[in-house]
T-cell receptor
Framework: GAGVSQTPSNKVTEKGKYVELRCDPI?????LYWYRQSLGQGPEFLIY????????DSGLPNDRFFAVRPEGSVSTLKIQRTERGDSAVYLC?????????????FGPGTRLTVL | QKEVEQDPGPLSVPEGAIVSLNCTYS??????FMWYRQYSRKGPELLMY????GNKEDGRFTAQVDKSSKYISLFIRDSQPSDSATYLC?????????????FGTGTKLQVIP
């Protein structure tokens, strides 16, 4: 079956612009996670959705970052007033129910470059 | 100090070698330990998962956890060029029913044919 997909695969933008990154999780997975991976680093947790609600957004770095999942499936990560430091690969993962022992399945990521 | 420390490498070995990858951690709340493999420009994929001290084997891969020392290892036997990737250790504690995973920085492995 289809895995987690993310679009676009690459996004180049200018400092100060607004961007949206999309994640399509595996069908039927209720849990969805966003991570940010900077060059040479491991993924860092940003936000966790269970269904439509953000159950834990403690990893969002500041209020320029926001994510939604209005119908409990597709999620969009939104970044306002982008800064050069936002350049990274943004990874999305989904898991069946979000339980401690679930496996998270990752998408290929969106590589964001802020000029 | 980071909660999870991992030597970034790179690590270069000849085909057939035994590879040892390691991580240390400081948070005693971590109870579930994972190893992910990440190929270039791809998302991480889960290799091994364990929640107790001791060894767990899966084919050429063995995961080892020592909670008393806060130390985990991944061993790869008979390494193959296709094993060339970045290996990320990851761990999580009980967070009320979901995984809030903390990753290491990853070790880049190259297996030379």
């Amino acid at each position: 079956g289809a895995g987690v997909s993310q679009t676009p695969s690459n996004k180049v933008t200018e400092k100060g612009k607004y961007v949206e990154l999309r994640c399509d999780p595996i069908s039927g997975h209720t849990a969805l996670y966003w991570y940010r991976q900077s060059l040479g680093q491991g993924p860092e947790f940003l936000i966790y959705f269970q269904g439509t609600g953000a159950a834990d957004d403690s990893g969002l770095p500041n209020d320029r970052f926001f994510a939604v999942r209005p119908e409990g499936s597709v999620s969009t990560l939104k970044i306002q007033r982008t800064e050069r430091g936002d350049s990274a690969v943004y990874l999305c993962a989904s898991s069946p129910q979000g339980e401690d022992t679930d496996t998270q399945y990752f998408g290929p990521g969106t590589r964001l470059t802020v000029l | 100090q980071k909660e999870v420390e991992q030597d970034p490498g790179p690590l270069s070995v000849p085909e057939g070698a035994i590879v040892s990858l390691n991580c240390t951690y400081s948070n005693s709340a971590f109870q579930y330990f994972m190893w992910y493999r990440q190929y270039s420009r791809k998302g991480p994929e889960l290799l091994m998962y364990t929640y107790s001290s001791g060894n767990k084997e899966d084919g050429r891969f063995t995961a080892q956890v020592d909670k008393s020392s806060k130390y985990i290892s991944l061993f790869i036997r008979d390494s193959q060029p296709s094993d060339s990737a970045t290996y990320l250790c990851a761990m999580t504690g009980r967070t009320g029913g979901y995984q809030k995973v903390t990753f290491g920085t990853g070790t880049k492995l190259q297996v030379i044919p």
